[in-house]
C-alpha cells in the first residue's frame, strides 16, 4: 500500500500569512493527488486534483504543486475561512490511501 | 445540482450488521465509479471501498476485507455498503464521495452518516 506523510500536522499561522503543507508518498505516483479542505461537522471538499489543477469555485490563492513522491500545498494569503484541516490522498492505485492530516490554526 | 445523500448508521452491537446506502442525485450515476470513506471521531480519513462505474470490480481496504461489501443498484441511483461483523473500531462517520474522471479526486462528498458499535 502507498503511504502519505503529511508535514505538519500543525501549523499556526495569521491572516495574510503564505502556508504551505507538504504530501510525501512513499512510492511513486506521477501525479494522481488531490487536496481536500474539511472543516467540523463537515464532509470534505475538494480543492486540488491532479496534483496542481485548482478545482472549479476554489479561490485562487490556493495552488498545488509536484509529481512523482513529493507535493504541495500552498496558500498565499490566509483568509479566515481558510483555518481547517487539510488532507492529501493519492488515487494512484488502490487502496487509495489519504495522509493524516494537517490542521490549520489560527496564531 | 450534483446530491449524494447517505442513510442507514445507527447503532448497533459488537458482531453486528448494518446497510448502509447513498442516493445519487443529478448526474449520471451509472457512468461513475463510486467510494466510501470513512472518519472516526476526532480522527482522519479512511479510504473504505470502490466500485466500478458497472459494478463488476470493487475494492476494499485490507481493515474491512472480508466483512464489508460494496454494491451498486443502477437503475436506482443508489450505493450500498454492506457491513458485517461490526467491530467497536468501525465507528465513525461514513461518507459516499464521486469519483471524478480519470482518477481526479472525489466530489461531490455526502454530508456522511453515523455508524456506532457499541453494547
Known amino acids: 500500500d502507498i503511504q502519505l506523510t503529511q508535514s505538519p500536522s500543525f501549523l499556526s499561522a495569521s491572516v495574510g500569512d503564505r502556508v504551505t503543507i507538504t504530501c510525501r508518498a512513499s512510492?511513486?505516483?506521477?501525479?494522481?493527488l488531490a487536496w481536500y479542505q474539511q472543516t467540523p461537522g463537515k464532509a470534505p471538499n475538494l480543492l486540488i486534483y491532479t496534483a496542481s489543477t485548482l478545482q472549479s469555485g476554489v479561490p485562487s490563492r490556493f495552488s498545488g504543486s509536484g509529481s512523482g513522491t513529493e507535493f504541495t500545498l500552498t496558500i498565499s494569503s490566509l483568509q479566515p475561512e481558510d483555518f481547517a484541516t487539510y488532507y492529501c490522498?493519492?488515487?494512484?492505485?488502490?487502496?487509495?490511501?489519504f495522509g493524516q492530516g494537517t490542521k490549520l490554526e489560527i496564531k | 445540482e450534483v446530491q449524494l445523500l447517505e442513510s442507514g448508521g445507527g447503532l448497533v452491537q459488537p458482531g453486528g450488521s448494518l446497510r448502509l446506502s447513498c442516493a445519487a442525485s443529478g448526474f449520471t450515476f451509472s457512468s461513475y465509479v463510486m467510494n466510501w470513506v470513512r472518519q472516526a471521531p476526532g480522527k482522519g480519513l479512511e479510504w473504505v471501498s470502490g466500485i466500478s462505474s458497472s459494478g463488476g470490480t470493487t475494492y476494499h481496504a485490507d481493515s474491512v476485507e472480508g466483512r464489508f461489501t460494496i454494491s451498486r443498484d443502477n437503475s436506482k441511483n443508489t450505493l450500498f455498503l454492506q457491513m458485517n461483523s461490526l467491530r467497536a473500531e468501525d465507528t465513525a462517520v461514513y461518507y459516499c464521495?464521486?469519483?471524478?474522471?480519470?482518477?481526479?479526486?472525489?466530489?461531490?462528498w455526502g454530508q456522511g452518516t453515523l455508524v456506532t458499535v457499541s453494547s
Open positions: 490522498q493519492q488515487l494512484n492505485s488502490y487502496p487509495y490511501t
Open positions: 464521495a464521486k469519483e471524478r474522471w480519470l482518477q481526479s479526486g472525489f466530489d461531490p
Open positions: 512510492q511513486g505516483i506521477s501525479s494522481y
